[in-house]
């Protein structure tokens, strides 16, 4: 079992930043793939990026490449999501996830809101 707790969403203006932290609790994080995804309203939960925690492996999809960077604090077991150059499109609710390397078997956080205004 994995306990996600994610922090950090809140209202910003276009063009600014917001850091978002994931802290992991519960199994050896180093086993996990953990992952950003965000759903928007009316729309399906989409990835936004990926941290293999023992490599540091990191991998970002198309619409966040050059903004977002994930970046991990080992001592404190936490992921966090900066988040430059916000677009109005960016809006949506940001979940942290675990993927299990061996079992596959995902967990996920409650969610923070991240809102962009125009």
């Known amino acids: 079992q994995v306990q996600l707790v994610e922090s950090g969403g809140g209202l910003v203006q276009a063009g600014g930043s917001l850091r978002l932290s994931c802290a992991a609790s519960?199994?050896?994080?180093?086993?996990?793939?953990l992952g950003w995804f965000r759903q928007a309203p009316g729309k399906e939960r989409e990835f936004v990026a990926t941290l293999w925690w023992s490599s540091s492996r990191l991998n970002y999809a198309d619409s966040v490449k050059g903004r977002f960077t994930i970046s991990k604090d080992n001592a404190k077991n936490t992921m966090y999501l900066q988040m430059n150059s916000l677009k109005p499109e960016d809006t949506a609710v940001y979940y942290c996830n675990a993927r299990s390397i061996a079992s596959n078997r995902i967990f996920w956080g409650q969610g923070t809101q991240v809102t962009v205004s125009s």
């Open positions: 519960g199994r050896a994080i180093s086993n996990y793939v």
